[in-house]
């Protein structure tokens, strides 16, 4: 019944989409629709050639790995056979502020598949309360596991994710783990689907080079419709950016949600003090340690290092979204300052190890993360400024090119397999807009950060004089840049 109401509502959603969409259609003059017309409808898309083939290029590459390449890695590994068994698995949970029923979840499932994978297994555990443990022990006693599968606790300070990681690591490494054993890195909100440790371990046997690897993600999200929907866009998009990046073995991020290292990239020190004590040198804002990030600290790491990352895409987890704020607007700007300035500092010394190690596409897309904030605006401002000086027809033929692209974006991902929406084109639009202004506001402020869910906050100790340097410089220099990009746009158009 609720499958019914569901499809109801989703089929009621479209239908006005659409419908919204052929009004506004209707409400055009004819000469949109001429080819020969000088505002021909397409024309305005000359402003995205570089977005929709970045996209583009993103989307094919995505389905030739999930559609061609991934099925010919799974069917080489399933060959392989017990030969590709690890010598042991290490699941590595950390848990800080997660309320009782997800953390039951978490670990049960967690539990489950230290039994079910029928590999040697241990379950280490990074808490920070006496409760989280005790829950974890009902489990386990109900579970019962077999010897073979044994439990570790890592008792911590609540002084972030980077130290429960950097102390779980060092626990393993306690383990003396061989080059065989493989290491599970889980987030305290990720219920693990049953089977996803066997579907991710034979790859570390098939692909030599390959240090670390994450899989995909569904979600269920504790808030509104409109914050569901908003999740469940992201992890569709980012099935087929991993997808993509996938084919190159250069996935960008080795997500803490649910990543699997081998057990000497784990245990080696300099990998632990990368994760642990990242830091970033910065000409104007000085030396500052990174708070969040941990995944782009990996990764970083692992390029570092000289490995390549990979994507299992039919190795699933199911995460519990517990968005920050109850409004919709608050959250996803709050979700989008960690993410977007997580990305951004990682990004400019990565460009610095260069295309040798990177390759040249890789090298292009971390390129493209540092000007789409601002081609991602070039439209809307463009049709603003245009309706002014001109005719407010502009703005309505932009608006009607926004919901055709965006109806077909949102369609496209249908080959994720991730759920659409009728709420999708909006807020594929909302992202590419907001997003826009967080990542030029975040951009010129990189040393502020702060977890969503813990109070930690990065505090450096700076003078007065330079804390009122770094804020006043970080003012002047947005100032400066999003004057000059206006200005460069109201003298073109």
Same mark, same amino acid.
Not at 327 to 348: D, E, H, I, P, T
């Given at each position: 019944?609720?499958?019914l109401?569901? %499809?109801l509502?989703?089929?009621?959603g #479209?239908?006005?989409?659409?419908?919204?969409?052929?009004l506004?259609?209707?409400?055009?003059?004819?000469?949109?629709?001429?080819?020969?017309s000088?505002?021909f409808?397409?024309?305005?898309?000359?402003?995205?050639?570089?977005?929709?083939s970045m +996209?583009? &290029?993103?989307?094919?590459?995505?389905?030739?790995?999930?559609?061609?390449?991934?099925?010919?890695?799974r069917?080489?590994?399933?060959?392989?056979?017990?030969?590709?068994?690890?010598?042991?698995v290490?699941?590595?949970?950390?848990?800080?502020?997660?309320?009782?029923?997800?953390?039951?979840?978490?670990?049960?499932?967690v539990?489950?598949?230290?039994?079910?994978?029928?590999?040697?297994?241990?379950?280490?555990?990074?808490?920070?309360?006496?409760?989280?443990?005790?829950? &974890?022990?009902?489990?386990? $006693?109900?579970?019962?596991?077999?010897?073979?599968?044994?439990?570790?606790?890592?008792?911590?300070? %609540?002084?972030?994710?980077r130290?429960?990681?950097?102390?779980?690591?060092r626990?393993?490494?306690?383990?003396?783990?061989? *080059?065989? !054993?493989?290491?599970?890195?889980?987030?305290?909100?990720?219920?693990?689907?049953?089977?996803?440790?066997?579907?991710?371990?034979?790859y570390?046997?098939?692909?030599?080079?390959?240090?670390?690897?994450?899989?995909?993600?569904?979600?269920?999200?504790?808030? $509104?419709? =409109?914050?569901?929907?908003?999740h469940?866009?992201r992890?569709?998009?980012?099935?087929?950016?991993?997808a993509?990046?996938?084919?190159?073995?250069?996935?960008?991020?080795?997500? +803490?949600?649910?990543s699997?290292?081998?057990?000497?990239?784990?245990?080696?020190?300099?990998?632990?003090?990368?994760?642990?004590?990242?830091?970033? *040198?910065?000409?104007?804002?000085?030396?500052f340690?990174?708070?969040?990030g941990?995944?782009?600290?990996?990764?970083?790491?692992l390029?570092?290092?000289?490995?390549?990352?990979?994507?299992?895409?039919?190795?699933?987890?199911?995460?519990?979204?517990?968005?920050?704020?109850?409004?919709?607007?608050? !959250?996803?700007?709050?979700?989008?300052?960690?993410?977007?300035g997580?990305?951004?500092?990682?990004?400019?010394?990565?460009?610095?190890?260069?295309?040798?190690?990177? %390759?040249?596409?890789?090298?292009?897309v971390?390129?493209?993360?540092?000007?789409?904030?601002?081609?991602?605006?070039?439209?809307?401002l463009?049709?603003?400024?245009?309706?002014?000086?001109y005719?407010?027809?502009?703005?309505?033929?932009?608006?009607?090119?926004?919901?055709?692209?965006?109806?077909?974006?949102?369609?496209?991902? =249908?080959?994720?397999?991730?759920?659409?929406?009728?709420?999708?084109?909006?807020?594929?639009?909302?992202?590419?807009?907001?997003?826009?202004?967080?990542?030029?506001?975040?951009?010129?402020?990189? *040393?502020?950060?702060?977890?969503?869910?813990?109070?930690?906050?990065?505090?450096?100790?700076?003078?007065?004089?330079?804390?009122?340097?770094?804020? #006043?410089?970080s003012?002047?220099?947005?100032?400066?840049?999003?004057?000059?990009?206006? !200005?460069?746009?109201?003298?073109?158009?």
């Amino acid at each position: 019944m609720d499958g019914l109401v569901r %499809g109801l509502r989703e089929g009621a959603g #479209w239908l006005f989409y659409c419908t919204a969409l052929m009004l506004l259609a209707l409400a055009m003059p004819e000469t949109i629709f001429d080819p020969e017309s000088k505002d021909f409808l397409l024309l305005l898309g000359v402003v995205g050639i570089w977005r929709y083939s970045m +996209g583009a &290029i993103h989307y094919v590459r995505g389905l030739v790995f999930l559609y061609l390449v991934f099925p010919y890695y799974r069917w080489q590994a399933r060959k392989l056979g017990a030969a590709a068994d690890p010598s042991q698995v290490f699941l590595l949970v950390t848990s800080f502020r997660i309320d009782a029923l997800t953390t039951a979840q978490v670990y049960r499932s967690v539990i489950e598949e230290a039994i079910e994978c029928g590999y040697p297994a241990t379950v280490v555990c990074s808490l920070v309360e006496l409760s989280d443990e005790l829950l &974890i022990k009902s489990l386990w $006693s109900k579970l019962n596991p077999p010897p073979r599968v044994k439990l570790d606790f890592v008792r911590i300070a %609540g002084t972030g994710k980077r130290d429960g990681l950097a102390y779980g690591f060092r626990a393993i490494s306690r383990h003396l783990p061989d *080059d065989a !054993a493989v290491v599970a890195v889980v987030d305290g909100d990720t219920v693990l689907s049953p089977g996803v440790v066997r579907k991710t371990m034979p790859y570390f046997k098939l692909l030599p080079r390959v240090g670390g690897l994450t899989t995909n993600e569904f979600c269920e999200v504790r808030g $509104s419709y =409109l914050m569901s929907e908003w999740h469940k866009l992201r992890f569709a998009q980012r099935h087929i950016n991993m997808a993509s990046m996938g084919l190159s073995k250069r996935v960008l991020t080795l997500t +803490g949600r649910m990543s699997v290292f081998r057990a000497r990239v784990v245990t080696n020190p300099g990998f632990i003090a990368d994760v642990e004590s990242d830091a970033l *040198d910065h000409w104007r804002l000085g030396r500052f340690k990174f708070l969040t990030g941990d995944d782009k600290s990996s990764w970083y790491s692992l390029m570092r290092l000289g490995y390549d990352t990979f994507y299992v895409p039919d190795a699933a987890i199911n995460t519990v979204e517990h968005p920050p704020e109850r409004s919709f607007f608050k !959250a996803s700007r709050k979700l989008m300052f960690r993410w977007y300035g997580n990305n951004l500092r990682q990004n400019s010394r990565a460009l610095h190890l260069g295309p040798r190690r990177l %390759g040249w596409f890789t090298s292009l897309v971390l390129f493209d993360q540092r000007v789409s904030m601002w081609t991602s605006l070039l439209g809307p401002l463009v049709a603003i400024i245009a309706s002014i000086k001109y005719s407010i027809v502009f703005l309505l033929i932009y608006l009607l090119w926004i919901g055709f692209t965006r109806l077909l974006l949102s369609l496209l991902l =249908l080959a994720s397999g991730h759920h659409v929406g009728p709420a999708y084109p909006l807020i594929l639009y909302y992202n590419q807009v907001v997003g826009a202004m967080v990542k030029i506001y975040v951009f010129f402020r990189l *040393d502020r950060q702060s977890w969503t869910r813990q109070p930690t906050k990065l505090d450096r100790g700076l003078q007065r004089f330079q804390l009122w340097f770094n804020s #006043w410089s970080s003012r002047a220099m947005t100032f400066s840049a999003v004057s000059v990009f206006l !200005a460069v746009l109201v003298s073109v158009v």
